[in-house]
């Protein structure tokens, strides 16, 4: 079945060091693939996303590729900050649902010291 | 401002008690869906529902049951029957077609006393 496995943390990193946090998946098909970013107490907020093959996704400095050859969406971002503390969920839609389901991966918990 | 809520933000109960959780949007998303997380985990699907008057159970419904009676309301009910009900609940909508993304709710934290 479709399935994300993304890097366990938690990934404890200097200010204005680079990120990097991978993320694979295994899935049938086409699916979009998602990054969520959850702050602590609160729900998930999209981050970006990419639909096909080769596609970028960015926002706020962070960015993921859509490899469909390694089947691979790593995040990354050239210099992070304390704000950038939170957890990073990878995920997919499944390409064959009509309700939108989306699977997640477990989460990647990034703390970034000052 | 589109946006989902959810209520309480933290909810206690005592064990044997039915509670039922909030979750509204005005995003006139046809889709929505009850996640539990579980402290260090990622997110597992309860129930959700792509149209009014119908529900699907996702991979963990036992102990839950759920309603679709407004499109912009879909409340869960946590029930006597759910054995280890502590955890985090997040609802989400989109708008129901494959490849849009989901939207979350602030989420409820429910503690069983």
């Not at chain 1, 496995?5 to 990097?20: K, N």
């Amino acid at each position: 079945g479709n399935s994300v496995t993304q890097m366990e943390g938690p990934v404890t990193l200097s200010e204005e060091a680079f990120l990097t946090i991978n993320c694979t998946y295994t899935a049938t098909g086409y699916p979009s693939l998602f990054w969520y970013v959850q702050y602590p107490g609160e729900g998930l907020q999209l981050l970006l996303k990419a639909t096909k093959a080769d596609d970028k996704g960015s926002n706020k400095g962070f960015e993921a590729t859509y490899r469909k050859e390694t089947t691979s969406f790593h995040l990354e971002k050239g210099s992070v900050q304390v704000s950038d503390s939170a957890v990073y969920f990878c995920a997919l839609s499944d390409p064959y649902s009509s309700a939108s389901k989306i699977i997640f991966g477990s989460g990647t918990r990034l703390s970034i010291r000052p | 401002d589109g946006g989902i809520t959810q209520s309480p933000k933290y909810l206690f109960r005592k064990e044997g008690q039915n509670v039922t959780l909030s979750c509204e949007q005005n995003l006139n998303h046809d889709a929505m869906y009850w996640y539990r997380q579980d402290p260090g985990q990622g997110l597992r699907l309860i129930y959700y529902s792509q149209i009014v008057n119908d529900f699907q159970k996702g991979d963990i419904a036992e102990g839950y049951s759920v309603s679709r009676e407004k499109k912009e309301s879909f409340p869960l009910t946590v029930t006597s029957a759910q054995k280890n009900p502590t955890a985090f609940y997040l609802c989400a909508s989109s708008e129901g077609r494959a490849s849009n993304e989901q939207f979350f709710g602030p989420g409820t934290r429910l503690t069983v006393l």
